[in-house]
C-alpha cells in the first residue's frame, strides 16, 4: 500500500506541477524545441482522450476515470507485489492527473480540457499523467505473463 500511495502522489504531483509550468511558459501553437525535432514542448488543451478522439464524449471520458481511480484504490488493498504496486500508482497517479483537469480546467466541469505538452515525432502531444498510464499499462503486461498475482504469490501455470 506504501508503494502504491507513494508512487501515484509523485505522479499526480509531477503530473500538475509541469501542467501548471507548460500553461506558465508555454504558448499555443508555438512549439518549443527541446531535443530537436525529436522533442518538443507544444501546449494544447485537449478535449477528448488520446489523439483528441472521443472530444464530444469528456463528461463519459471523465466518468470512466474516475471508476477506474476508484477501481484502483479498491484492489490496491489486495497488492502483494512491489511490481503490481508501482503498476497500480501509476496507473492511479495518471488518472487523476487528467480527471483533475476534466473537472477543474476551463471550459466546465466533467468538461475540462486536458493540458498537453510534450511532442514527439508522429504522435499525438501528451502529459506526464498519459506517460504514466503508458507506463502502467505496460507493467501490468509484465506482471501478467510473469505469472505474478496481485497478492505477490506466483501463478505455477496451468495447462
Do not use: C, Y
Not at 500500500?1 to 500538475?16: H, N, Y
Not at 477506474?68 to 508501482?86: I, K, N, P
Amino acid at each position: 500500500m506504501v508503494v502504491f500511495a507513494v508512487v501515484g502522489l509523485l505522479v499526480l504531483g509531477l503530473d500538475q506541477l509541469t501542467k501548471a509550468l507548460a500553461l506558465q511558459q508555454l504558448t499555443p501553437g508555438e512549439p518549443v524545441n527541446v531535443i530537436g525535432s525529436l522533442l518538443k514542448f507544444n501546449l494544447i488543451r485537449n478535449p477528448g482522450a488520446a489523439f483528441s478522439l472521443g472530444s464530444d464524449f469528456t463528461p463519459v471520458i471523465s466518468a470512466v476515470q474516475i471508476i477506474v481511480a476508484v477501481g484502483v484504490v479498491w484492489l490496491s488493498r489486495r497488492l502483494g507485489s512491489v511490481g503490481w504496486a508501482v503498476a497500480f500508482g501509476l496507473l492511479f497517479g495518471g488518472a487523476v492527473g487528467n480527471i483533475t483537469d476534466r473537472i477543474f480546467r476551463e471550459p466546465s466541469a466533467f468538461h475540462g480540457h486536458v493540458v498537453d505538452f510534450l511532442q514527439t515525432p508522429h504522435w499525438a502531444i501528451f502529459n506526464v499523467a498519459d506517460m504514466a498510464v503508458t507506463s502502467a499499462a505496460v507493467l501490468l503486461v509484465i506482471q501478467t505473463l510473469r505469472g505474478i498475482k496481485l497478492d505477490g504469490t506466483k501463478d505455477v501455470g496451468k495447462k
